[in-house]
């Protein structure tokens, strides 16, 4: 058994875990629970404030809260899911160079994991996760079940123009440009999708199913695949 803390960007991708992928890795002994990362807090208010990955220093610290908590604990772990999308790393001048000499998305989310996880060489208990490139990249595994989830208020050639816009990419190569990004792409054909993400978003994952995403993305098979044999 093993029981995994998970930082995420905002309340979509938090939605998803907390819906779709915890019951997933109960089923492998693996329990989860998760945060959208802290940007700030209010003392006087007593308010904090989560979600949006705007300076990386934010997750930084969130990671090493709780890895702290949880260092003496042999059977937790602490693993992010934030997009390659918008990621600050110009904030770091020790990552830039590197970074930018990255050849395509999935070079640069292993260099970024790697830098994430030297930032914690005293706690063996961190798997750094960065989403290729954005979090609805997952949903384009299955375009027909985000179809299905606005049907009644998008023609039946919605279906066909968004296929036609990702044709002959897998869903962790659809760039991560401000106008071709993932959402991006769903929102051009499905406007509603904007107006409520975490919601339309989880809803859409769960019909959809962990299963076909693993086999479509590898780079989120492999977290998973991580994640799971925790529970071995």
Known sequence: MARVHVITEGPTEKNFVDDV?????????????SHSVTTRRDRRKNKVYRGGLDKVDHLIKDIKLWLL???DQSDCWVTTMVDLYAFPYLQKP?????????PDGLHKVLFLEARLLNEFPEFPRFIPYVQLHEYEALLLTDTSRIH?????????????????????????D??????????????????EYEDNKPVWGSLIAQE?????MRRACPHFDAWISRLEALGS
């Open 21 to 33: 992928l915890k019951p997933y890795l109960a089923e492998k002994d693996v329990f989860v629970d």
């Open 94 to 102: 020790e990552w830039v160079n590197g970074f930018e000499g990255q």
């Open 69 to 71: 908590e949880s260092q």
């Open 174 to 191: 659809v760039n991560q440009g401000q106008h071709s990004a993932p959402s991006k792409r769903i929102i051009k054909y499905y406007p």
């Open 208 to 212: 959809i199913g962990i299963e076909p």
């Open 148 to 172: 299905d989830a606005f049907a009644d208020h998008y023609p039946a050639n919605s279906l066909e123009l968004l296929n036609g816009d990702i044709r002959n990419l897998a869903p962790e």
